[in-house]
């Protein structure tokens, strides 16, 4: 009940970014496909227009890759600011929070839950536009427009937003259990840094040093245990179980921090 409680205080309070990045997003895209549509439909019109399809207007444009790139960082950066928000913009907020009977991690995973069910809903928008454009392709552009499916042109034309919606289930776990674990460390990193003031900057830098490459050691040596002679089911296995270990790892650390590093 507390995790749930402190999960919708943080989705109430990101309302008014969430809204804003969502319209954002869905503008500058709109704009960015009407124009396209429009060059398209003109080549078709000349006679030029051959095997225009769903890769044409977002990965074949560079105008898309800004828009996710900017979408995916604008939520790192929300991220980073929920917690700067507690501790300095709130009146201290945090200690409020520290106080609470019980376990202390809720704060921590609601935080990181929230963010979660963000990204999420902008992954169905950014699916919704795909499926949108690509009903209004086929109206405008005719014959001229691939008559595959959305998922099979984003599972074979597609290799950006692949990333973002593999359709093998192995590679969607480990493609979102690994960006699950980026947004761990990175929240584990606030809670560090902006914990500073119970712990002196010395402590706090060397504890901040250590945990980020220690991480990144892990990750280093995934990638050299993942060669030869290993097939590739037994690289996959080694992976997943990596992945699994590594957010495991990760949010017993947090785990940690919450209730036997912050200092009230």
């Known amino acids: 009940m507390k995790f749930l409680n402190l999960l919708t205080d943080e989705l109430r309070r990101s309302r008014n970014f969430y809204v804003l990045l969502l319209v954002g997003v869905i503008v500058l895209e709109v704009a960015g496909i009407g124009y396209s549509l429009l060059l398209a439909r003109n080549d078709v019109v000349k006679g030029m227009g ?6 044409n207007f977002f990965d074949g444009s560079m105008y898309y890759s ?4 900017g979408a995916a960082f ?3 950066i929300y991220a980073v600011f929920t917690w700067a928000r507690e ?5 201290n907020y945090i200690y409020r929070l520290l106080i609470l009977p019980g376990n202390r991690a809720p704060i921590a995973f609601a935080k990181v839950a929230s963010i979660i069910m963000l ?3 902008l992954l169905v928008t950014q699916l919704i536009i795909f499926y949108l ?3 209004v392709a086929e109206l405008a552009l005719a014959d001229s427009y691939s ?3 959305v998922l099979v042109q984003l599972a074979q034309s597609m290799g950006f937003s692949y990333i973002f919606f593999p359709l093998n289930p192995a590679s969607t776990f480990v493609y979102y259990t690994f960006g699950l674990g980026f947004l761990i460390i990175l929240m584990n990193n606030c809670i560090i840094i902006f914990s500073h003031r119970g712990h002196g900057l010395v402590k706090t830098s060397l504890l901040t040093i250590i945990y980020d490459v220690v991480m990144l050691g892990l990750l280093i040596g995934l990638v050299f245990s993942v060669r030869a002679p290993l097939t590739q089911s037994e690289v996959l296995i080694f992976i997943i179980v990596f992945v699994i270990s590594y957010c ?4 017993g650390v947090m785990y940690w921090l919450m209730n036997h590093y912050i200092s009230v």
Request: hydrophobic share 50%; glycine share 12%; no cysteine.
């Open 66 to 69: 800004f828009i996710v790139g």
């Open 133 to 135: 454009t690509h009903w």
């Open 74 to 76: 604008a939520l790192i």
């Open 50 to 55: 051959k095997s225009i399809s769903l890769a």
């Open 87 to 91: 501790w300095y913009f709130q009146g």
């Open 147 to 149: 008559s595959q499916p």
């Open 248 to 251: 495991g790892i990760n949010s």
């Open 119 to 121: 990204m999420a809903g």
